[in-house]
């Protein structure tokens, strides 16, 4: 089974709809991450969480919401959809190795359309 | 702050030939570097990392890096391009504790 898994892998959805893409991990990383890819602008932090009680904003926090429900899970949230949120987004964790960062483990990704 | 700068968002070589993707950061302290590698329709998996040990890295699949603080760069190479190499491939950075940072990747394609 895959260390980290994503739900849905494929979504379309309208403009203003709410979305919700879920994470779920079996690596027992205490961090979490959420990116979107967009082609040329390589991978863009939404939002991470060092544990389930620190959630922090990265680069590109407007219009997106998470919640770390446990170790294991850290959804992501569009409470109202828009067309240039379309694109591929990624999960993944990581741990501490020391006191330095450890390498990431990604999920395999979900494509998201707003039409 | 750190940050992480790809030289070309896309490299084109020859089946057999050398593949070189370059990588610069900027750290004003001691880094940890990695790349990342992408295959259509995949999440991004680790090819090789460095974290102050030996300065030539070797990874999976033929790949290495070379960590050399004097030009603050971190370029992967390959001796000799395989179809399968195909890819995107991402740089990224990171200090002590603190999230990584990636750059905005180059996409490697190989000619027959």
């Known amino acids: 089974d895959a260390d980290v898994t994503q739900t849905p892998r494929n979504r379309i959805t309208k403009t203003g709809k709410r979305i919700m893409l879920e994470c779920s991990q079996t690596?027992?990383?205490?961090?979490m991450y959420w990116y979107r890819q967009d082609p040329g602008l390589g991978l863009r932090l939404i939002y991470y969480?060092?544990?389930?009680?620190?959630?922090n904003k990265g680069e590109i926090s407007d219009g997106y919401s998470v919640s770390r429900q446990a170790q294991a899970k850290f959804s992501l949230s569009l409470e109202s959809a828009i067309p240039n949120q379309t694109a591929l987004y990624f999960c993944?964790?990581?741990?501490?190795?020391?006191?330095?960062?450890?390498?990431?483990?990604f999920g395999p990704g979900t494509r998201l359309t707003v039409l | 702050a750190q940050s992480v700068t790809q030289l070309g968002s896309h490299v084109s070589v020859s089946e057999g030939a050398l593949v070189l993707l370059r990588c610069n950061y900027s750290s004003s302290v001691p880094p940890y570097l990695f790349w990342y590698v992408q295959y259509p329709n995949q999440g991004l998996q680790l090819l090789l990392k460095y974290t102050s040990a030996a300065t030539l890295v070797k990874g999976i699949n033929g790949f290495e890096a070379e960590f050399k603080k004097s030009e603050t760069s971190f370029h992967l190479t390959k001796p000799s391009a395989h179809m399968s190499d195909a890819a995107e491939y991402f740089c990224a950075v990171s200090y002590r504790a603190q999230k990584l940072v990636f750059g905005q990747g180059t996409r490697l394609t190989i000619n027959p």
């Open positions: 690596k027992g990383h205490d961090r």
């Open positions: 993944a964790t990581s741990d501490l190795v020391g006191t330095y960062q450890g390498r990431q483990f």
């Open positions: 969480s060092f544990d389930v009680k620190d959630i």
